[in-house]
């Protein structure tokens, strides 16, 4: 269909909304793929194509530099920009292959290249945050652990720490940027502060909102471990067995260790770690959504609304994300829900709780949504 005649779709009143979007989805695709390419060909010809993209696009830096990035792609993977066009993928889509070129060495590349056509195909039918999660694991297969290590040291000199004042609010704010293993054991310490500080009671400025209030509870715990650095936490490694059955009918066992973030770091790093006699080994044992063994406390009934870390161990070894089918929200940015709901008498059992995302948990808490059975189960 013509520019032309998607346009004229867009703006025509007598259609559904839903085909005016459709059709503006189309377009807006379709654009952005031509626009794509000119910039490509500026960019090979030595028309300055920056300059044109400030000038006339009225971009800045780095919108710049992601334009010229998307632009690469696409003339690197003609199929995706053809795709592009087609509107059945976005930008969003080239940002995920970008990132991906991004991470490997030329000759990697040049591998994950070979694999362009099949990739673009899986693009065009899955969201650009189901697309990153393959396309992640193509390139987990790509890299080495030569590869793995070099990152994490990049990643090392990469650690940042900055804070302002926010001139509207007044609120103070930090952002930081750790490596994945330093950031591990931030983790581990704030999820131990907030356990220990919030276990039976919430302040009175925890707001209603479970995903605000969660946030808010993280954020003094972060105070708390601040202003009493001796409270320490030994290092954990959380293994999840999870047994299968071999072609033979025997049960045989598959081993993934958790670490509660999706993290990426060289097999050294990892033994090192499990071998550490300071690192305390957390074994639970999942079949499914049956939950055979899981140390700690699991059943707390009213005596507290807040799950503690065992129980939230024992939910991220069956739910890695979100527990609604298909979200990918991964787990430790969700919200534990109770099913049966607190101010209805629920308790904090495992069996009645879930780990849901903000946009989930919201929906859950209007009616909108109904949580689909089976949950978890404890054996």
């Given at each position: ?82 795709a592009l066009g087609d509107g059945d993928v976005s930008v969003d889509h080239v940002d995920v292959f970008d990132r991906a070129l991004q991470r490997l060495e030329p000759a990697q590349r040049d591998e994950l290249l070979t694999s362009a056509p099949l990739l673009v ?205 298909d979200c990918d929200v991964p787990f430790h940015r969700c919200e534990v829900h109770h099913i049966v709901w607190w101010r209805h008498g629920g308790t904090t059992d495992l069996v009645n709780l879930v780990p849901l995302c903000g946009r989930h948990h919201t929906q ?16």
């Amino acid at each position: 269909m013509e520019a032309t005649t998607l346009l004229e779709r867009v703006l025509d009143p007598t259609l559904a909304v839903s085909e005016r979007f459709a059709a503006g989805t189309r377009l807006r695709g379709l654009l952005d793929a031509t626009l794509l390419s000119l910039s490509a060909q500026m960019s090979t010809a030595g028309d300055g194509a920056a300059g044109v993209l400030q000038d006339t696009g009225r971009l800045g830096g780095r919108s710049i530099a992601r334009e010229m990035r998307r632009a690469d792609v696409v003339q690197r993977v003609p199929s995706l920009g053809d795709a592009l066009g087609d509107g059945d993928v976005s930008v969003d889509h080239v940002d995920v292959f970008d990132r991906a070129l991004q991470r490997l060495e030329p000759a990697q590349r040049d591998e994950l290249l070979t694999s362009a056509p099949l990739l673009v195909d899986i693009a065009r039918t899955e969201t650009p945050e189901r697309f990153d999660k393959i396309i992640q694991e193509k390139v987990a297969r790509l890299l080495t652990d030569r590869d793995r290590a070099a990152r994490l040291a990049q990643q090392q000199r990469d650690t940042r720490l900055r804070t302002w004042v926010d001139r509207t609010t007044g609120m103070w704010n930090i952002r930081a940027e750790y490596d994945p293993v330093t950031g591990q054991r931030l983790q581990i310490l704030i999820d131990a502060r907030h356990d220990t500080l919030f276990a039976s009671t919430v302040p009175d400025t925890a707001p209603d909102d479970p995903l605000e209030r969660a946030q808010h509870l993280r954020a003094l715990a972060l105070v708390d471990l601040v202003d009493t650095p001796g409270r320490g936490t030994r290092p954990e490694v959380v293994v999840t067995l999870r047994p299968e059955a071999a072609s033979g009918g025997t049960s045989s066992g598959t081993t993934a260790i958790d670490w509660r973030l999706p993290i990426e770091v060289p097999r050294s790093v990892l033994e090192h770690l499990v071998t550490d006699p300071a690192t305390t080994i957390t074994p639970i044992v999942v079949a499914g959504d049956l939950v055979l063994h899981a140390p700690g406390q699991l059943n707390l009934g009213r005596s507290t609304r807040i799950a503690n870390r065992a129980q939230r161990r024992a939910l991220h070894a069956v739910h890695s994300t979100c527990a609604i089918p298909d979200c990918d929200v991964p787990f430790h940015r969700c919200e534990v829900h109770h099913i049966v709901w607190w101010r209805h008498g629920g308790t904090t059992d495992l069996v009645n709780l879930v780990p849901l995302c903000g946009r989930h948990h919201t929906q859950v808490h209007l009616g909108l949504l109904d949580l689909p059975p089976p949950i978890i189960r404890v054996a």
